[in-house]
C-alpha cells in the first residue's frame, strides 16, 4: 500500500485539476454545439471532438475510481468483476487517446498539404478511421482481461487492482505493447517530424498560397497536444520495453508511485490545449463576452423592432436633405 501522505497528495492533486478541467471540457462542447463547428465540412475538428470526449469519459468514468482507491488506500468493491472493468477501461481508454493522436497525425498532414484529397476520401479513409480508433481498444481490452485463457489474481492493494493476468504472458503481453502503445507513440513522432520537416521547407509558400494562414493553428494545435503525449507516453514506453525485454522489476517503484498517475495530465490537460486551435470558442470564452449567453434570446426579441426604427430615422434623414436641396433649386 501506498504511504498514506502520498496518497492524500495525490488525490488532492487530481481532484484540484479534475475540476476546472471539467469546466472546460464542458464551455468547448457548448461553444462547439452552438457555434456549428461541428459538421460535415470541418474534418479538422472531428478527430477533436472524439478526442475530447474520449478525455472527457476517462475524467468522469476512470478518474473518480482512482479518487477512491488514492483516498481510501484500497480498491472499492472488493470483487473481481469490478477488476476486470476497471484494468479493461483504464487501458482502453488510454489506448483510444493514443491512437486517436496516432490518426490525427497523420491526417493532419493531409488536411494541410491535401486537403481536397481528403475531402473527396472521407467516407474511405476520415470516418472509418475514428471509428475503428475509438472501437477497437475497448474490444480488445475487454476480450484479453475477461476472455484470455489464464486466472485473474487481483491484488485490491494496487492500482488497477495489480493488472490482468494476460501481463503476465509473455507471448500476448508483447503483442499488447507493440500494437496498442509501442506503435502509436512511434507514429506520433514520425508523423510530427515529417510535418514539421514540411512545413518548415513549404512554409514561404504557403504563405504565397494564403495556406498558412488558414492551417497555423490547425498545425499549433497538433504540436501541443503531440509534444503533450510524448512527454508523458515516451518515458512510460522506453520503462516498459526494458520491464519486458530485459528485467521485469525495473523502476518498479517509479512506475507504481509516479508514471501510471502522470498518465492523467493529458486527459486533464486536453482541453485547454485543444482551445488554441479552436479561436471561435476562444473568442466567446472571454470575460467580456459573456453577457451574449444570456442576452441573446433576450436581444432577439428585440431586433426587429430597433431594426425598424433605424431603417425609419436613416430615411428620414435622406429625405430632409432631399426636399432643401429642391427648394433651394426652385428659389
Same mark, same amino acid.
Given at each position: ?24 471540457? !464542458? ?61 479493461? +477501461? ?10 486517436? @493522436? ?16 481528403? +475531402? ?20 480488445? &481490452? $475487454? ?5 484470455? %485463457? ?55 509558400? @504557403?504563405? !504565397? ?8 493553428? @490547425? ?15 515516451? %518515458? ?9 525485454? &530485459? ?8 512506475? !507504481?508511485?509516479?508514471?501510471? &498517475?502522470?498518465?492523467?495530465?493529458? %486527459? ?31 436581444? $432577439? ?7 425598424? @426604427? ?7 434623414? +435622406?429625405? !430632409? %436633405? ?10
Amino acid at each position: 500500500m501506498d504511504p498514506y501522505i502520498y496518497r492524500l497528495s495525490r488525490f488532492i492533486i487530481l481532484f484540484i485539476f479534475a475540476i476546472p478541467s471539467l469546466i472546460c471540457f !464542458l464551455l468547448i462542447f457548448f461553444f462547439l454545439f452552438k457555434n456549428g463547428e461541428i459538421n460535415h465540412k470541418r474534418l479538422q475538428n472531428h478527430i477533436i471532438v472524439v478526442f475530447l470526449f474520449c478525455n472527457f469519459f476517462l475524467v468522469t468514468t476512470e478518474l473518480p475510481i482512482t479518487l477512491i482507491y488514492s483516498y481510501e488506500g484500497y480498491v472499492l468493491p472488493q470483487i473481481e468483476q469490478f477488476c476486470s472493468f476497471w484494468v479493461a +477501461h483504464n487501458y482502453g481508454l488510454y489506448c483510444v487517446g493514443l491512437m486517436l @493522436m496516432a490518426f490525427g497525425s497523420i491526417e493532419r498532414y493531409f488536411l494541410i498539404f491535401h486537403e481536397r484529397l481528403m +475531402h473527396r476520401w472521407r467516407f474511405i479513409v476520415h470516418y472509418p478511421g475514428i471509428f475503428i480508433c475509438f472501437i477497437y481498444p475497448p474490444l480488445f &481490452y $475487454h476480450l484479453v482481461v475477461n476472455f484470455y %485463457p489464464c486466472e485473474n489474481n487481483y491484488d485490491y492493494e494496487y492500482y488497477v487492482c495489480g493488472g490482468a493476468c494476460y501481463q503476465f504472458e509473455h507471448v500476448i503481453s508483447i503483442i499488447d505493447y507493440l500494437l496498442n502503445v509501442a506503435s502509436p507513440t512511434i507514429i506520433i513522432v514520425l508523423a510530427n517530424m515529417i510535418l514539421l520537416y514540411r512545413v518548415i521547407n513549404q512554409k514561404r509558400a @504557403m504563405k !504565397l498560397a494564403n495556406t498558412w494562414q488558414k492551417n497555423q493553428l @490547425m498545425y499549433v494545435q497538433l504540436v501541443s497536444i503531440s509534444v503533450l503525449y510524448l512527454i508523458i507516453w515516451i %518515458p512510460f514506453v522506453i520503462i516498459s520495453l526494458i520491464r519486458l525485454f &530485459y528485467d521485469p522489476f525495473f523502476l518498479q517503484d517509479v512506475i !507504481l508511485l509516479i508514471i501510471n &498517475y502522470c498518465l492523467y495530465i493529458i %486527459p486533464l490537460v486536453s482541453p485547454f490545449s485543444c482551445l488554441i486551435g479552436l479561436p471561435k470558442v476562444r473568442y466567446q470564452l472571454r470575460r467580456r463576452h459573456w453577457h451574449s449567453l444570456w442576452a441573446h434570446s433576450i436581444n $432577439h426579441n428585440r431586433i426587429g423592432p430597433a431594426r425598424t @426604427m433605424d431603417v425609419v430615422r436613416t430615411r428620414q434623414q +435622406h429625405i !430632409l %436633405p432631399s426636399r432643401q436641396l429642391e427648394n433651394e433649386h426652385i428659389c
